[in-house]
């Protein structure tokens, strides 16, 4: 029933987007759904309520339903960068501006926070984790004093491996090493690949938690201009990389690796094209170059669709496949994977004498789960609540931010990529909201060059909630207050 409801408002929303059904038209009666679609009256309303909750309905007391254009459709995309070659590779040293960043957004209590780009707890399932573990500890009551042997539970890797199928990817148990979160997984893949003083083409804007590793292993990052639409840009990729080759000079760094987020980029929140990631792989294979993809959301789109990894277009074991169960199951589990590819012997060694092995009762619990039908519940519900939030963030932004203000509404994630009017600062903006008890991410934090200083992330993986609301208006009254 609910997918019946699904499928008859997106026969609507087709006739909606296109302008058919203009602003201020009547939508055919409740009774009028009934009988053309042949449904109950539950499933007719439940049509109803989901294009009104997507702002595209607005019912009017005893008249029925009347189209309105959605606000957030007013929101104009976030400005393209005009196509230019990309800045010699520097070595990132962005170590202290972040710290200060962080440091400030701890030192005062902040009601509302959105720039924490993971769920609520409630998001994730705490009872079927919970029940796991105890399980477990009942069925191996010496598990939590029996040292751990291995890279990785097997029961775990074998998960792992099946749900690795759904992004395409054809990987065995064997090919898995579990790592503490994502994190863990970049820094072996870097290390696995770079030495101290070697350049790493990334993407530009980039998640600073993967710019503050380049900087805590001495690299270079060399920034290739990415669109928020379409992700990295393979033309200046290409030009980076075939200027590299020709540099006449050996004891200039080269490029030995590229890191990218080609699926639910943050902060961009964007996917490449199909096209373009297999692209990507080729080119990297070309020259012989590492690709590290950080597949990190690729679980978070919206209800239905399946993105394909770029690591699926890869038979030479040239790309290092990263990923977490963080954002998508447990965040308090820091569990993530690795498929090494051709570095999978060092990637072994490194994290043996970086960690040591993983404790098994958290992998136990997590395999058992991944392996069970609540998994796809889970994803489908979590799936579901992410668009909706997204939707309802999206439209706050255009209720209260002022005109001038660009965004483009995310394909999934928790992450929303603001351009702020000429003239108003991100770093301004998160100073001043601190004072008033609501964090945000500057744009200033995703680059080692100032190039994103007109831009704000703010994250929308918590309820949409009056207080989210009220902090909503807020920043838009002060970018406001700061254009003038
Ligand atoms: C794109 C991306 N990669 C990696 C990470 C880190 O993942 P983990 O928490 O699993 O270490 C994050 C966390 O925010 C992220 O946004």
Redesign the pocket.
């Known amino acids: 029933m609910s997918l019946l409801y699904r499928q008859i408002a997106d026969h609507y929303l087709i006739a909606l987007r296109d302008g058919t059904l203009a602003a201020d038209t009547r939508l055919p009666s409740v009774r009028r759904l009934m009988r053309d679609h042949d449904v109950s009256l539950s499933t007719a309303l439940q049509v109803c309520r989901h294009l009104e909750d997507l702002g595209w309905l607005q019912a009017r007391p005893r008249s029925g339903y009347f189209v309105q254009r959605p606000r957030r459709a007013s929101l104009p995309p976030v400005s393209e960068a005009p196509p230019a070659p990309p800045q010699p590779a520097d070595y990132v040293g962005i170590h202290e501006r972040l710290s200060s960043i962080l440091a400030r957004g701890q030192a005062r209590p902040t009601p509302v926070n959105l720039a924490l780009?993971?769920g609520p707890p409630e998001l994730y399932p705490a009872a079927a984790l919970s029940r796991s573990m105890q399980q477990v500890l009942r069925r191996q009551p010496l598990l939590l004093t029996t040292m751990t042997r291995r890279h990785g539970h097997p029961a775990l890797k074998a998960a792992l491996a099946r749900r690795a199928l759904d992004r395409g990817i054809h990987a065995s148990a064997d090919d898995i090493l579990v790592t503490f979160?994502?994190?863990q997984a970049?820094n072996l893949a870097l290390r696995a690949v770079a030495e101290p003083g070697d350049t790493v083409a990334v993407e530009s804007p980039s998640?600073y938690?993967?710019l503050q590793i380049l900087e805590g292993m001495g690299l270079r990052a060399l920034e290739i201009p990415t669109s928020p639409r379409t992700g990295l840009s393979v033309d200046a990729l290409a030009f980076a990389l075939q200027r590299d080759a020709e540099e006449a000079d050996p004891a200039r760094s080269r490029i030995r690796a590229v890191m990218c987020?080609p699926t639910l980029h943050?902060p961009l929140g964007c996917v490449m094209p199909d096209a373009e990631k297999e692209r990507l792989v080729r080119l990297c294979e070309a020259h012989d170059v590492a690709l590290i993809e950080?597949d990190?959301?690729a679980d978070m789109g919206s209800p239905g669709t399946q993105f394909r990894a770029a690591k699926s277009w890869c038979r030479s074991g040239h790309v290092i496949y990263c990923h977490?169960l963080?954002?998508n199951l447990a965040p308090g589990l820091r569990l993530?994977w690795i498929l090494p590819g051709r570095w999978q012997a060092r990637v072994d060694m490194l994290k043996y004498a970086q960690t040591r092995f993983s404790e098994d009762l958290s992998q136990m619990a997590a395999a058992e789960f991944l392996a069970s039908p609540g998994w796809e519940r889970h994803l489908n519900q979590m799936r579901e609540t992410l668009k909706r939030q997204r939707e309802r963030y999206v439209d706050g932004v255009a209720r209260h931010f002022p005109e001038g203000t660009r965004l483009n509404p995310p394909e999934g994630g928790m992450l929303l990529w603001i351009e702020l009017p000429e003239g108003v600062s991100g770093d301004a903006m998160f100073d001043a909201a601190l004072e008033a008890g609501i964090k945000i991410a500057p744009g200033s934090m995703f680059s080692n060059a100032p190039r994103f200083d007109r831009f704000i992330r703010l994250a929308c993986g918590w309820p949409y909630t009056p207080q989210v609301d009220a902090a909503m208006r807020w920043l838009g009254e002060r970018v406001r207050s700061m254009m003038a």
Do not use: H, Q
């Open positions: 780009a993971v979160g994502c994190t970049m998640f938690g993967m987020m943050n950080d990190t959301y977490s963080n954002k993530g």
